[in-house]
């Protein structure tokens, strides 16, 4: 196996006064509030796995849109991090707001639309008044993660017609029902859109876990889901801290969950896919930070 990055994870400071936390409507996560992990501890937790890098996801249900303490991180260990940061697009400053996190050194950006404390589905996903943050992530080459769910997929649909050149990732693939298993009907919405070249998934340990929830197996849905993706468009993350760890026992589970893959799929799922997605990721150490790179044709 290639050396494996890791595209969704998440970081909390010990330090609420330099950090004070803001989480997204008022409440914080259980995660963050039971399992804070500092940039270190992550570190820690990536080297005991086996995980070269990671793209750190601000995480939205501790600190909101204030995304200093990634900023740091990031900048702390340029060798192993990078950054995916969140905004609120109808800011009055959107624009400056977005420059300035990308100056910072972030290289994604992430809508916050549902969540463990944000049930159901934000009706702001395509809104207009969003539209001038997506031409600058268009402009810069900024992957865009949407945490959402099914019922925003006709909001998802007008940005992807919109927005023909971002990359579009899909946070545990827009937590899709796999229950009813092959072939898959419930998913239909999922595999169709296939068809847009500049959507990418994200998958991780839920996905894991709904792979072999109900009527659904691992071997019957990834091979499925890469035949219709690809490989290259299909990126893991291990939701580390979200998801209690360790990491190594996540990534476990992931690989015997892809073994059903061939070894340049499980290469591309593991690594290439975010390599490509997030450059700095590409980038060997001590390297200088790597420029946006388009990774769409």
Sequence with gaps: MHDIIDIHTHVISPDTVRYPLAPLGGKQSDWSHARPTPAEALIAAMNEAGVAKAAVVQASTAYGFDNSYLAWSVAAFPDRFTG???????????????????????????????GTTQPGQA???????????????????????????????????????????????????????LTDGAPYRNAAWLFALAEHPNVMLKLTSRTVREASAGASR????????????????????????????????????????????SETDRAAIFAGTARRLYPALAEPAGAAPARHAAILP
């Design 218 to 261: 691992p071997d019957d849905f990834f091979p499925r889901l890469v035949a219709a993706f690809g490989a290259d468009r299909i990126a893991w993350g291990s939701n580390f801290p979200a998801e209690a760890g360790p990491m190594s026992r996540i990534l476990d589970e992931a690989r015997r969950s892809l073994a059903c893959l």
């Design 84 to 114: 995916v940061f969140s905004m609120d697009l109808f800011a009055a400053d959107a624009d400056r707001i977005f420059d300035r996190w990308v100056a910072a050194g972030l290289t994604g950006m992430r809508l916050f639309t549902t």
């Design 123 to 177: 009706g702001w996903l395509a809104d207009p008044r969003t539209f001038p943050v997506w031409e600058r992530a268009e402009a810069a080459n900024v992957p865009v993660c949407i945490q959402m769910r099914p019922e925003g997929v006709d909001a998802l649909l007008i940005l992807l017609d919109r927005f023909r050149k971002v990359p579009v990732v899909l946070d545990h693939l827009a937590r899709v029902d």
